[in-house]
């Protein structure tokens, strides 16, 4: 969730997938709440048993940033692989070209996705998904998702919660949407964050 739940790096790419191990490096900016610290122990539990981890939930909710949590806590280093069904995975150690990765027997595998009803999104195929461990990310607390926004801004709690509070309004106002999502939230902080301090809570542009 956002090394607040958001790392620093995005491999995203077109075609072919990508392998990027610096994306397991956590920024040091990780919103630790009683509730994103029961999700991680759930994944770690699952992944010290040698199972593999699929976090599905909406754009915007940290599901990598969990991902680089439960790497770090494990003391494991992570490479981000990306891609879709016309592109093959590529070697980690760099041998372009094989449909397979090279792996060290501690290797495991965190699936991340977002919801079927999402544009372009394709579903995993049964059989991957029943050899895994699926935890379902549909939202977090209030106060989870203003601390999310603190640690990320560094605004003060009390204008995270005022910010959480306008874009949860925005969200129950189109319940067939599933943004704004706390990305949202981050991006207003980091405007507000920008502003001289008396503008911050009374700028009309926000």
Known sequence: MPETPYPSSDTRGRGAC?????????????????????????GIT????????????????????????????????????????????????????????????????????????????NAAPDALLDRMVTVRLNGYSAETEAEIVRVTTRLSLQRARRIVEIVARLRASQPDILLPSIRTSILIGKIMRSL????????DRL
Do not use: W
């Not at 990508?18 to 991680?40: H, K, M, Q």
């Not at 991902?67 to 992570?78: L, S, Y």
């Open 46 to 121: 699952c992944l010290s048993a040698g199972v593999p981890l699929h976090l599905c939930g909406p754009a915007g909710i940290g599901k990598t940033a969990l991902a680089v949590r439960m790497a770090a806590e494990r003391d494991r280093p992570m490479s981000l692989l990306t891609g879709h069904e016309e592109g093959a995975p590529v070697s980690a150690s760099g041998f372009d070209g094989h449909s397979y990765v090279h792996a060290l027997p501690d290797f495991r595998i965190i699936l991340t996705s977002n919801p079927l009803d999402y544009v372009a999104v």
């Open 196 to 203: 001289p301090e008396p503008e911050q809570m009374q700028d």
């Open 18 to 42: 990508s392998a990027d191990p610096s994306v397991g490096r956590p920024s040091g900016t990780f919103c630790d709440t009683s509730e994103v610290r029961a999700i991680v122990a759930r």
